[in-house]
């Protein structure tokens, strides 16, 4: 049983929300500090830059400190959604963005054999940030979140459905992905 004596680290997430409901700031940091890691890294993983993923995971903290969530919720599943739409947005503001702007010319004075790689590695992640778009976001978010090593159990409390269901939603998934990505190679 948890104490309100006890120190912010031992604390469980629901008990550092209740505290941060009651203004108390080294709850919020012990959460920060306690999922700003993974946050960072599926945002990593979808938008493709660190900078990037780093303002949007701050904007995801900044969402839980001025709305701390209701007693009850899973506020590592409710960050992992959070940071998801943001990062899906993000995708979507810059594919609208390449498309106003007029063609980009390549560089034909950049010939040497790392710039080229350089430049189909962009391709690639584009190719794949671009599938995972076009492909529904909780499907892009499970299949991130498993690539970063999250369990089933843990999948399942982000999206909160029952853990037995999980291997037949990365399944379909990665069906709706290989389609989207495929889909866009063609």
Do not use: C
């Amino acid at each position: 049983m948890e104490r309100l004596t006890d120190t912010p680290m031992m604390l469980s997430d629901a008990l550092l929300l209740e505290r941060v409901r009651q203004g108390d700031e080294a709850s919020f940091e012990v959460l920060f500090h306690r999922h700003h890691h993974r946050v960072y890294q599926l945002l990593v993983r979808l938008v493709g830059q660190t900078q990037e993923a780093e303002e949007l995971a701050q904007e995801v903290f900044l969402r839980l400190y001025q709305r701390p969530l209701k007693r009850g919720d899973n506020v590592g599943g409710w960050l992992y959604r959070v940071a998801t739409n943001l990062g899906y947005n993000a995708l979507r503001a810059r594919r609208r963005r390449i498309r106003r702007e007029d063609t980009v010319t390549a560089d034909t004075s950049l010939s040497a054999p790392s710039a080229a790689a350089v430049a189909e590695r962009r391709a690639a992640v584009a190719e794949v940030q671009d599938a995972l778009a076009r492909i529904k976001p909780e499907q892009g978010q499970l299949l991130i979140l498993r690539q970063m090593g999250f369990s089933y159990q843990e999948l399942a409390a982000t999206l909160k459905v029952s853990p037995n269901s999980i291997g037949t939603m990365l399944a379909r998934a990665e069906r709706a992905f290989r389609n989207a990505y495929q889909g866009g190679r063609l």
